[in-house]
């Protein structure tokens, strides 16, 4: 299954980069297989790698747990294509932004 989630406290994120059983509290998404083919087609991941060097990848969990990093995501998205998750994802960006936490990437 895959899913994107707004941790509620960054630690919440480390704890869950280092226990692959831990409960993140937050907000999420789980991403249906359209969904994700609309995100994965969007320029959304090249264009954020481009400016940040953070490969969002469909094979890994990726984490982003800086604030330059969360915020230049919101920037990405809100410039991106059109894509079926792009007012969930802002969503999710702004509510990590507001609590200093990040943002998973389950994929």
Same mark, same amino acid.
């Given at each position: 299954m895959r899913k994107i989630i707004a941790g509620h406290s960054k630690e919440d994120l480390i704890n869950a980069s280092n226990?692959?059983?831990y409960e993140i509290v937050g907000k999420e998404i789980i991403v !249906?297989? $359209?969904? =994700?083919? *609309? =995100?994965? #087609? *969007?320029?959304?991941? *090249? &264009? =954020? /790698? !481009? &400016?940040?060097?953070v490969l969002i990848d469909? /094979? #890994? $969990? $990726?984490?982003? $747990?800086s604030e330059d990093d969360l915020y230049i995501l919101k920037e990405t998205i809100e410039q991106s294509s059109a894509f079926k998750l792009k007012k969930n994802l802002l969503e999710l960006v702004t509510y990590a932004i507001v609590k200093k936490s990040g943002i998973i990437f389950i994929f």
């Open positions: 226990d692959i059983n !249906k297989d $359209t969904e =994700f083919t *609309s =995100f994965w #087609e *969007s320029d959304l991941v *090249s &264009k =954020f /790698y !481009k &400016k940040r060097g469909d /094979y #890994e $969990t $990726t984490i982003i $747990t």
